[in-house]
Nanobody, 115 residues
Framework: QVQLVESGGGLVQAGGSLRLSCDIS????????MGWYRQPPGKQRELVAT???????YYADSVKGRFTISNNRAKAMLYLQMNNLRPEDTAVYYC?????????WGQGTQVTVSS
């Protein structure tokens, strides 16, 4: 069983920065990837960024050059550094761990970017 707890969301002005954290507990030995998703108001959940155990990263086009995904294996933490935030980045952000058998999700953290 894996549990994910996000933190770090909040209200920020456009152009500002936030760092989201995801505290990971449980056995992640067979993990395929870990990542961040977001769900803007009234829209479907979408992929933001992923990171594999080998260090490969993927970013949605909308966040390339502004967001950085990283992890700290010793602390079992996943991070999302978000710079130059835009109002369209407003969403609930979810931490994800992808395994062969299933996905695990956190409860989400709200990010609101004011113009």
């Amino acid at each position: 069983q894996v549990q994910l707890v996000e933190s770090g969301g909040g209200l920020v002005q456009a152009g500002g920065s936030l760092r989201l954290s995801c505290d990971i507990s449980g056995n992640i030995f067979r993990i395929i990837s870990m990542g961040w998703y977001r769900q803007p108001p009234g829209k479907q959940r979408e992929l933001v960024a992923t990171l594999t155990p080998r260090g490969e990263t993927y970013y949605a086009d909308s966040v390339k050059g502004r967001f950085t995904i990283s992890n700290n294996r010793a602390k079992a933490m996943l991070y999302l550094q978000m710079n130059n935030l835009r109002p369209e980045d407003t969403a609930v952000y979810y931490c994800n761990n992808n395994f062969p058998s299933r996905d695990y999700w956190g409860q989400g953290t709200q990010v609101t970017v004011s113009s």
